[in-house]
């Protein structure tokens, strides 16, 4: 691993703080800024292949309503309403 160095600014009573929070769980505070830049990486990395994931699910409805597959707004209801009658009569089964 090549190691590199990071420099920034924080506000001393900040850096402190941090210190003797980092020393009273026993690590510096070097391992838990590693930890907190490796977290946040994976997190912008899990968020970008997320967005991908959802633009590629909108672009696949959009060609099938393009290509004319797609569900009335009476089918869809008349499902929902079979659904909702289902549910009421285990509900009621149940009750």
């Known amino acids: 691993m090549n190691d590199a160095t990071f420099t920034f600014r924080v506000d001393e009573a900040l850096k402190n ?3 003797t929070a980092t020393k ?3 690590r ?3 391992q838990v800024l590693r930890g907190f830049m490796r977290d946040y ?5 899990e968020a970008a292949a997320h967005e991908a ?3 590629r699910q909108v672009q696949a409805g959009i060609d099938a309503a ?9 089918t869809v ?3 929902a309403a ?3 009658e289902a549910m009421r009569q285990r509900s009621a089964s149940r009750g």
């Open 66 to 74: 393009d290509a004319g597959d797609l569900i009335s707004a009476e």
């Open 41 to 45: 990486v994976r997190h912008q990395q």
């Open 17 to 19: 703080a941090f210190t």
């Open 24 to 26: 009273s769980s026993d």
């Open 53 to 55: 994931w959802f633009r």
């Open 82 to 84: 079979a659904w909702r």
């Open 77 to 79: 209801e008349a499902e």
């Open 28 to 30: 510096n505070a070097a």
